[in-house]
């Protein structure tokens, strides 16, 4: 929440390129390319899955007046240019048959991955994911780690995510930090983390 403008943290600094962004709005925090989605899914429900897509191309469009009131031919390229990126997103995240459905009426996991894909239509440096698993079951847990990775190996983003799956952050993370209570716990790559004996402790158990 500090890191995307919903919070202002009470202490310390937020640095992004060497700036200090704590006390941005989170629009502001977007643009420069840092996007996140929820704990809850946060979908305009009565609007169809493409549309919900559509709405984060906005900054991405011929929007002069003029423009738009007289369709010139770059108002309609840009519409085209977000539409046909908005149905390339459809397809990375195998909702492109969902395209017209109203996002509410869409099963769990897919509005997972449809919020998602709405945050790679902003074309995200840095994609944070807010307990992205919780409440999937194992098949789609399955789908959402195939989809992270071709977030990072394809599109070149940085995937940060909280979450509480030790399985599915262990086998996607490159570092990983462990917070116990509130309390930093330890930190490093996934085979430090797996042998380090406070966490075992916390929350791999002991055998």
């Given at each position: 929440n500090c890191l995307t403008g919903f919070y202002r943290p009470s202490a310390g600094t937020i640095l992004l390129d060497g700036e200090p962004i704590q006390?941005?709005?989170?629009?502001?925090?977007a643009r420069k390319g840092v996007v996140r989605t929820f704990q809850n899914v946060r979908l305009f429900k009565e609007m169809t899955a493409v549309e919900n897509l559509l709405v984060a191309q906005h900054r991405h469009l011929n929007t002069n007046f003029l423009s738009g009131l007289f369709k010139t031919p770059a108002?309609?390229?840009?519409?085209?240019?977000?539409?046909?990126?908005?149905e390339h997103w459809l397809e990375a995240v195998n909702l492109r048959e969902f395209a017209n459905r109203p996002a509410g009426t869409l099963a769990y996991g897919q509005q997972?991955?449809?919020?998602?894909?709405?945050?790679?239509?902003?074309?995200?440096?840095?994609?944070?994911?807010?307990?992205?698993?919780?409440?999937?079951?194992?098949?789609?847990?399955?789908?959402?780690?195939?989809?992270?990775?071709?977030l990072r190996s394809?599109?070149?983003?940085?995937?940060?995510?909280?979450?509480?799956?030790?399985?599915?952050?262990?086998?996607?993370?490159?570092?990983?930090?462990?917070?116990?209570?509130?309390?930093?716990?330890?930190?490093?790559?996934?085979e430090q983390i797996r042998d380090n004996p406070d966490v075992i402790k916390a929350y791999l158990g002991e055998a």
């Open positions: 006390g941005l709005a989170g629009h502001q925090i108002f309609r390229r840009s519409e085209r240019e977000a539409m046909d990126y908005a997972r991955r449809l919020e998602i894909a709405r945050c790679m239509m902003t074309r995200p440096r840095i994609l944070m994911l807010d307990e992205p698993a919780a409440g999937l079951n194992p098949r789609e847990t399955d789908d959402l780690k195939a989809l992270i990775g071709v394809a599109h070149n983003a940085t995937v940060l995510l909280i979450e509480h799956d030790m399985k599915l952050v262990m086998s996607i993370s490159d570092h990983i930090v462990v917070i116990n209570q509130g309390t930093p716990l330890a930190d490093g790559t996934p």
